[in-house]
């Protein structure tokens, strides 16, 4: 049976355009029987010129940009919930639990990227899957998995598995046959911290049997740990087949640079990604190809005391070809020290991802 539409959609401020139109082009290059003839920008404050440089990507490839404000829809958001917040300044990451609010009818099938992807291969798979029931798709975290199953904190939902919100396969149709609007509003009202806006609410408020896990490739984030330590990483708490932790390694479809002390991100100096040359590859075809690099992170964000100097210290022993069992020590070394000063201060590390002791409402 021939499965609905699938569309794409970048959920940006100005700051992230270049990082999505790289993304962009290379999701079309590698996908050349994306049917669409538009591709999604949830705008939140880009420029002309970066929309005229948009356009000429999408143009390239017989497409062109649908632009959709998402401002009044946030807006009303903050409104009703003031502690619902931006992510890093912005509330481009924190619309996502509200796109159905923003996309056209005829939207059925919505495959949200974060911005600072490459997509190295074809989504093909994604467009044939059978969603059944399901709402919403996404890849699942071994990490916080194993918390949720050792009941170091529960969700809302009642869910045992967690999934990242940097790669998200709507099913807009499902959505709001469910009304998961409600769902997500019910969390609002009930929860007063959300560390990670999207994901923490994601999590909270879509119950289990209306989620589908997607494959680690479709959201590969480990590129920055040494070949060695990546496959032990990933099979940590045998959460994830090894057969699929083997495929992600080997042919990840979407790598996803994350941010800060990990030092993935290859559009700055002293990246230690192991999928670094995509990048630069697709950057080389897109208008920005001439924009130099920005400094090392480690430069821009110098740890400030004892707690930072030792996290980027364990994170850099898993980029470096250590036995894993030294590297894993490093970690937890520093986990295990994290959770001891958080104890004696009386906090829980994982209070901002699920339920309170005080709600907002009974």
């Known amino acids: 049976m021939k499965q609905p539409t699938l569309y794409l959609c970048y ?14 082009l290379s999701f079309l290059e590698n996908n050349p029987g994306y049917e669409p003839e538009e591709v999604f920008f949830i705008d939140f404050g880009i420029s002309q010129q970066n929309r005229d440089r948009l356009g000429s990507i999408a143009a390239r490839y017989g497409r062109h940009i649908t632009y959709l404000d998402g401002r009044p829809v946030a807006s009303e958001v903050k409104r009703q919930f003031p502690h619902y917040p ?37 989504v093909e798979e ?8 399901a709402v919403v798709a996404g890849t699942i975290s071994n990490i916080m998995g194993h918390s949720l199953k050792n009941h170091h904190f529960e969700l809302y939902s009642g869910n045992t598995q967690y999934i990242g919100c940097g790669v998200l396969f ?15 509003i019910g969390v609002l009202k009930r929860k007063k911290h959300l560390r990670l806006p999207d994901q923490t609410l994601m999590n909270n408020a879509i119950p289990q049997r209306l989620m589908k ?26 959460i994830l087949p090894e057969e699929e932790c083997r495929e992600a390694i080997d042919h ?41 690099l920005a400094p090392s992170l480690e430069k821009i964000y110098q740890p400030r005391n004892f707690d930072e100097r030792l ?14 069992f030294f590297a894993l020590w490093a970690q937890k070394m520093y986990f ?18 699920g339920i309170e002791a005080c709600d907002f409402e009974p």
Request: aromatic content about 14%; overall charge neutral.
């Open 11 to 24: 959920t940006i401020n100005d700051f992230y355009a270049r990082e999505a139109g790289i993304s962009m």
């Open 86 to 122: 931006a992510w890093k300044g912005s509330m481009a990451s924190s619309i996502k639990p509200f796109l159905d609010k923003l996309m056209p009818d005829y939207v059925q099938r919505l495959l949200c990227i974060d911005a600072d992807t490459i997509v190295a291969a074809s």
């Open 126 to 133: 994604l467009q044939q899957m059978d969603m059944g029931d």
């Open 170 to 184: 709507f099913d807009l149709k499902n959505w709001r046959r469910e009304d998961c609007y409600q769902r997500i």
């Open 213 to 238: 896990a997607l494959p680690t490739k479709y959201n590969y984030t480990q590129s920055n740990y040494h070949p060695w330590q990546v496959y032990h990483w990933l099979r940590q708490h045998d």
């Open 252 to 292: 990840p479809v979407i790598i996803h640079y994350l941010s800060g002390w990990a030092l993935s991100r290859p559009w700055h100096e002293g990246c230690y990604s192991n999928h670094k040359e995509e990048y630069y590859h697709y950057k080389a075809l897109s208008p920005w190809k001439d924009d130099p």
């Open 311 to 324: 996290l980027l210290w364990s994170l850099k022993q898993m980029m470096k070809p250590r036995p894993y």
């Open 336 to 353: 295990t020290y994290h959770g001891i000063k958080a104890r004696m201060k009386g906090e829980n590390l994982h209070s901002d991802e």
